[in-house]
């Protein structure tokens, strides 16, 4: 039998009735006790725990019914038996509907009773299987949900999540060790929308220091003096608080805490192994968003320094590279592109013309026409970013269009003379935007034209030199971000007392 250590209560006014029950649910390897009446029952359901109760309908004092309201309170994981006289199946009926899972009618057979109980027991056992693979199978969503996130605010909004509905919690914090200080700051807190600020305040004065000598024994939960312990001050109304370490590679990257007030329910034990897990999957998850965010600021910091370089080489294209990229950004948002694929774009936008770092810039600068040789050496700078970036790997896909950038739609363009959508996307966005601000910008050999002019100019070319949908979509875009500027600037205008604003030229 697969429950041989499963617990019984047996409950009867009937001396004879209890010690038979008693001496055959033995036989079959129960751990059986018995009370006489319904108050020694609850005694022993308040300090032990039971998988059954066995209980007779007519008792003296509380009958079974009564007690049924007790079983289901005192011990809620355990199901009940009534046993009932002959003729009243409709009480046992009823008994049922009050909550018990069964019923047998006296007088019994003993058999029938034990296959009873193992017919509950068995059911009960295949619900708590249900339960844990339910709970097994949300803890292993949740801690894939976690693994594969880079970015710290996802990974804390799943652990707030995760703590508002597996453990209940009031309040929950998110303490993270700064990568340079080392010192911990609450990056995030939630708590339920009744509590009020004193509540907040008890969140962020938690003492980390005081966390930290648990920090070792993993998941650790405080209640009572205990909790209010952790606190600089007096707290009446925190009841309990929950740590979880974020260790990674020995180090604690910060405390994961829940918080249980005044009427809060306490926390769990049971939950203790699930926070851990994700406790763990948690700190590798934060340690990896560190990681990339440090490559990722390597990356845009490298590439401000090239762009910084390549501007310092060329007073005339100051601020070329940050406005191309503005346009270009401006283009890739209006054509809906998902973030990431935007950020690439802007930022090819700020490389676009690193190959001229290479060639002997100077002489480029002039007034006079370029000779053939002298625009030959220009054109060549599309090629050489291509192969400045090459050695560099977490450079390369700029490198689309950063090669590709002169290409026109009708083939003319160079270093390929590609046609139309054979140029790769950012290439055909970053023409458009290098050029408008070609336009609109001062240079050696002419003055910036004004805007509505460099849009018609644009406009003409669209379909020759540009992609025609694209240039839609800047016109509309740029027209869009000019007309929103004109108007905050109105706004401004208004708000000036009369003697502020500018006066009308007499
Ligand atoms: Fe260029």
Sequence with gaps: MSEESAKLLVVDDEESIREVLIDFLTMEGYQVKAASNGHDACDLLKVETFDAVLLDMKMPGMDGLELL??????????????????????????????????????PFKVQDVIQLVERNLAKKALQRENIQLREALRLYELSEQIASSLDVERIADLLIDTAREEIKADGVALWVQSAESKAYTCERRWMRSDLDASHLEIMSSINVSALQKHAEEGVHIFHGDEARALLDHDAHSLFGVLSVPLVSKGDVLGYFVAFAFDDGASFLEGKRKMLAVLGGRASAAIENARLYQDLESTFKQTIQAFANLLEDKDPYTRGHSDRVSKYARMIAEGMGLDKAEVELIADSALMHDIGKLGIRYEDLNKAEPLTEAEYEMFKSHTTRGKWMLEPIKFLHNLIPGVYSHHERWDGKGYPLGLRETEIPLHGRILAIADTYDAMTSHRAYRRALPHDVAIEEIKAFAGVQFDPELVEIFVTEISLEKRAKKAKAQRWESLKAPSERELPAE
């Design 69 to 106: 309201d007790h079983i289901r309170t005192l011990a809620p994981g355990a199901f009940a038996i009534m046993m009932t006289g002959f003729g009243t199946v409709e009480t046992a009926i009823s008994a049922m509907k009050r909550g018990a899972a069964d019923y047998v009618l006296k």
